[in-house]
């Protein structure tokens, strides 16, 4: 799911203060972990991938999420740190 689309209609503009950046972060953290779980939950029931696979899947996915959402933070929202 990418950053800076709405979540549960939240979304963030330019001029975003604290408050709202966190309550936003959380709903998308929220959203990005129910996508993962659906994905991993179906390829594994569906015997897609064997239980290392998912655990891999999972994880992968759950830092390479985090990792463009420190990376869209950093570039875009520099003075909120």
């Not at 979304?11 to 975003?16: G, L, T």
């Not at 936003?24 to 594994?44: N, P, R």
């Not at 999972?58 to 003075?79: A, D, G, Q, T």
Request: aromatic letters at 14%; charged letters at 25%.
């Amino acid at each position: 799911m990418a950053l800076g689309q709405p979540v549960e209609g939240i979304f963030i503009p330019e001029n975003q203060n604290f408050e709202r950046m966190r309550e936003y972060l959380s709903k998308w953290v929220g959203k990005v972990f129910d996508l993962i779980t659906k994905e991993a939950f179906h390829g594994f029931f569906t015997n897609k991938m064997n239980e290392l696979e998912t655990r891999v899947f999972v994880c992968n996915n759950i830092i390479l999420n985090f990792h463009e959402m420190l990376s869209h933070l950093r570039k875009n929202y520099e003075k909120l740190w």
